[in-house]
């Protein structure tokens, strides 16, 4: 009944992972899979020879035709109009030439201040890999072999590809609805020791333990409604994933080879750990004010620290070893198992089996700051 009055607490709950499921998704569509092409790129070129030439023929072929240079094209690169500028300087071409490899640089690539290191990264590599197959074009000239096809390119040497063979194309929603849904079912923590608080305050709690009414009783019956609150919040989300971002211009959740029952079982221990972890938190705070920092801090600083907000491969291993410790992580890598990499029962298990001890733990301390007396 106290649940079903919270209608803001409950909507928050509702709302406030989807609406983040919706913006990170649509924020970091393209981080998984960057479209080097569409960014806006201009050429300063001060070698005019064919070998320099063809480097930038070869280029926009894979970039597109690139903005004429602007005479202040270092303020626009600096203000982020331009994303990038390649500088051919003098002398590129006898470097591209020569029989050997170059020992001093002849090719600047030039990036606005904000780009992202991984995009960087490859865009230097590709030049690089760019000028190689110029070089290595012109060393068939010299060599009096017969001229590769236009389109051959030693990118057709290498198929490169995340391998998850029963499992869909990893995509900024895969990533963020995982990510989003378990943050959003540790969120419960907020709404349920606001209940505490109102239940102890109005005498609630004294009269149920005054009619003989179990520690264990009274704290299952705070706990069974969030655990169905939280399967409602899990389905809702999943359906979000499927039907609702590709109407909003971002890309599907894909279900397809998904473990049903594996899926279940990850959700159900992330909800257990989720419920058992607010039972603990309401049961330790004592004012409003406790309860509405208490539980956000500690689930921000959870997210924070276990890959939610931030995902652990980009994090430094120190970081990485710490984010292992965060039961949040354990919940997203459970749901990345199953959704990301087509796991079943014994992939997730590990995880699985950390969050029910979690469970266990939280919910012993639970009973024992339930049983102390009030203040």
């Known amino acids: 009944m106290a649940l079903a009055r919270d209608l803001h607490g409950l909507a928050a709950l509702f709302l406030m992972p989807l ?35 063809m480097l930038l023929t070869a280029w926009t072929r894979t970039h597109g035709t690139p903005q004429p240079l602007p005479g202040d094209w270092r303020t626009q690169l600096l203000s982020g109009k331009l994303k990038y500028v390649i500088v051919l300087q003098p002398g ?6 020569m029989p050997s490899l170059p020992i001093a640089p002849h090719v600047q690539l030039l990036t606005e201040p904000g780009v992202d290191g991984n995009l960087f990264n490859a865009l230097r590599a590709e030049l690089m890999s760019t000028a190689g197959e110029v070089k290595g074009r012109l060393a068939f000239a010299v060599a009096g072999g017969p001229p ?28 963020s609805v995982p990510a989003w849904l378990v943050f959003g079912m540790f969120f419960v923590v907020a709404s ?5 608080i109102q239940e102890r305050a109005s005498g609630t709690l004294g009269r149920l333990q005054g009619l003989g009414v179990s520690t264990g009783i009274l704290l299952l019956s705070k706990g069974l409604p969030y655990l169905g609150v939280n399967a409602v919040q899990a389905a809702l989300m999943l359906a979000a994933g499927v039907w609702l971002m590709p109407l909003l211009g971002g890309d599907a959740l894909s279900l397809a080879g998904v473990h049903w029952g594996t899926l279940a079982i990850a959700l159900a221990a992330i909800s257990l750990a989720a419920v058992s972890l607010s039972l603990a938190l309401a049961c330790a705070v004592r004012t409003h004010a406790q309860a509405a920092t208490v539980g956000p801090v500690a689930n921000v600083l959870m997210a924070a620290v276990g890959g939610i907000m931030v995902p652990t491969f980009v994090m430094p ?12 992580n354990w919940g997203l890598e459970a749901l990345l198992t199953v959704l990301l990499r087509g796991g079943g029962v014994a992939g997730v298990m590990p995880e699985v089996l950390r969050l029910i001890a979690f469970s266990a733990a939280m919910l012993a301390l639970a009973a024992l700051l339930f049983r102390r007396p009030a203040a």
């Open 19 to 53: 609406i983040f499921i919706v913006l990170m998704s649509l924020a970091l569509k393209d981080y998984y899979n960057p479209s080097l092409a569409a960014l806006h790129y201009a050429v300063d070129s001060r070698d005019g020879g064919a070998p320099a030439q």
């Open 92 to 97: 590129l071409s006898d470097a591209l030439d």
């Open 148 to 175: 590769p096809p236009p389109d051959a390119s030693m990118a057709a040497l290498v198929q490169a590809e995340r391998f998850a063979p029963a499992g869909p194309r990893p995509t900024a929603v895969q990533q």
């Open 192 to 196: 349920m020791s606001s209940l505490f």
């Open 317 to 328: 291993v120190f970081m990485q070893k710490v984010a292992a410790w965060s039961p949040m």
